[in-house]
């Protein structure tokens, strides 16, 4: 079956360093892909979409890739601020047709000052 | 403007009882979703409707039950609740059906004592 995959482990990092998190799936090409943030207690919010035939995608200090071989995306955030911190979530839609949106548990990301 | 907006935000209820969730969106969207968010962060799709039309019904119990008077509105109606309802419910809408981007409402926690 189709799985999408993030680091359940908490990412802590100092401020002004570079956070990458990391979106992995299987058994599925997906069309593309989304990330969004969500804070605690706030619905997610959506920062970008990625799809098969881009590699990258930027939006400000946001840079996402995508690697169809590797069945992988990357979430980047340079310049990384204490504002940045909340877990940040992985979708794809769902094979077959469906396009059924799929989610990641998210991976939370900590930022120190 | 809030473009997705839920309420209740908080809901707490005994088992057995029926209870409603609203949702409305200003964004003009034609597609609306209902979530649920569980204790261990999983965002799984419940309902997606188009117009007013039901497209995606994930295997949710008969218990709940989507309705959509018009496309700025889905409503969610919960019946005979059970301890293994309480999670926070989350609307959504997008532009595209099935597919874009997505906006989130802020949530409504649900707990069943």
């Known amino acids: 079956s189709q799985k999408i995959e993030q680091n359940s482990e908490a990412l802590n990092i100092q401020e002004g360093k570079t956070a990458t998190l990391t979106c992995n799936y299987t058994?599925?090409?997906?069309?593309?892909l989304q990330w969004y943030r969500q804070d605690p207690g706030r619905g997610p919010v959506f920062l970008l979409l990625i799809r098969e035939n881009e590699k990258e995608k930027r939006k400000e200090r946001l840079k996402v890739t995508f690697d169809t071989t590797l069945k992988q995306s990357l979430f980047h955030i340079t310049a990384s601020q204490p504002a940045d911190s909340a877990t940040y979530l992985c979708a794809h839609p769902a094979s077959g047709g469906s396009y059924i949106p799929t989610f990641g548990r998210g991976t939370s990301l900590i930022v120190h000052p | 403007d809030t473009a997705v907006s839920q309420t209740p935000k908080y809901l707490v209820t005994q088992m057995g009882n029926d209870k409603s969730i609203k949702c409305e969106q200003n964004?003009?969207?034609?597609?609306m979703y209902w979530y649920k968010q569980d204790s261990k962060k999983f965002l799984k799709i419940m309902f997606s409707y188009n117009n007013k039309e039901l497209i995606i019904n994930e295997t949710v119990p008969n218990r709940f039950s989507p309705k959509s008077p018009d496309k700025a509105h889905l409503n969610l109606h919960i019946n005979s609740l059970e301890l293994g309802d309480s999670a926070v419910y989350f609307c959504?809408?997008?532009?595209?059906?099935?597919?874009?981007?997505?906006?989130f409402g802020p949530g409504t926690r649900l707990t069943v004592t």
């Open positions: 959504a809408s997008s532009q595209e059906h099935l597919g874009g981007e997505q906006y």
């Open positions: 964004l003009g969207h034609d597609t």
């Open positions: 058994n599925y090409s997906p069309a593309y």
